[in-house]
T-cell receptor
Framework: QQQVKQSPQSLIVQKGGISIINCAYE??????FPWYQQFPGKGPALLIA?????SEKKEGRFTISFNKSAKQFSLHIMDSQPGDSATYFC???????????FGKGTKLSVKP | DAGVTQSPTHLIKTRGQHVTLRCSPI?????VSWYQQVLGQGPQFIFQ???????GRGNFPDRFSARQFPNYSSELNVNALLLGDSALYLC?????????????FGSGTRLTVV
């Protein structure tokens, strides 16, 4: 049972464009929704996170939009740069256990 | 400050063998979690330890075990290795065991079972 569904699987964006990655979750007990960025050969690094009491959070070029009623959240990367090329994972956490449930990842390529 | 350190970085084992992976958390972090990341997939939760006690266990067979030491470092043990155990094993540390703190991941141990 996949509790966090992520799309698209891969994404190609031109430099300066907007990258959008979407996630949907099933468990209403989730109360923490982070996004991680992973480069080849490295572990995931926390990019930005949101809690369900907020509909949007912005940090620099990265924005999370959160729709609690639809159980969906998305990552927007503004002014995408070649250095943003990486795999992005959405995740969710909540309930009695403190473990993260990850989506399957989106491989982003930003073309110069 | 040092981040989460994992050792070894790479490992090749034969089917049926045993492996021990090690993790040192960030100083001050008392919670350590282990994740398995198969190529092309998101990390999957294996174990979480907090203050040397097991706090959670994912859907992995009993061949997988772990422990946390008094200095909060941790070991992940896998017995009777299968080809399907080939993956990147990630350790993550946090101050607390649940979502009040963000998790910091190490660079992982790449395990190849042949």
């Amino acid at each position: 049972q996949q509790q966090v569904k992520q799309s698209p699987q891969s994404l190609i964006v031109q430099k300066g464009g907007i990258s959008i990655i979407n996630c949907a979750y099933e468990n209403t007990a989730f109360d923490y929704f982070p996004w991680y960025q992973q480069f080849p050969g490295k572990g995931p690094a926390l990019l930005i996170a949101i809690r369900p009491d907020v509909s949007e959070k912005k940090e620099g070029r990265f924005t999370i939009s959160f729709n609690k009623s639809a159980k969906q959240f998305s990552l927007h990367i503004m002014d995408s740069q070649p250095g943003d090329s990486a795999t992005y994972f959405c995740a969710a956490e909540g309930g009695s256990q403190g473990n993260l449930i990850f989506g399957k990842g989106t491989k982003l390529s930003v073309k110069p | 400050d040092a981040g989460v350190t994992q050792s070894p970085t790479h490992l090749i084992k034969t089917r049926g063998q045993h492996v021990t992976l090690r993790c040192s958390p960030i100083s001050g972090h008392k919670s350590v979690s282990w994740y398995q990341q198969v190529l092309g997939q998101g990390p999957q939760f294996i174990f979480q330890y907090y203050e040397k006690e097991e706090r959670g266990r994912g859907n992995f067979p009993d061949r997988f075990s772990a422990r946390q030491f008094p200095n909060y470092s941790s070991e992940l043990n896998v017995n009777a290795l299968l080809l399907g155990d080939s993956a990147l094993y990630l350790c993550a540390s946090s101050k607390n065991p649940t979502g009040d703190s963000s998790y910091t991941f190490g660079s992982g141990t790449r395990l190849t079972v042949v």
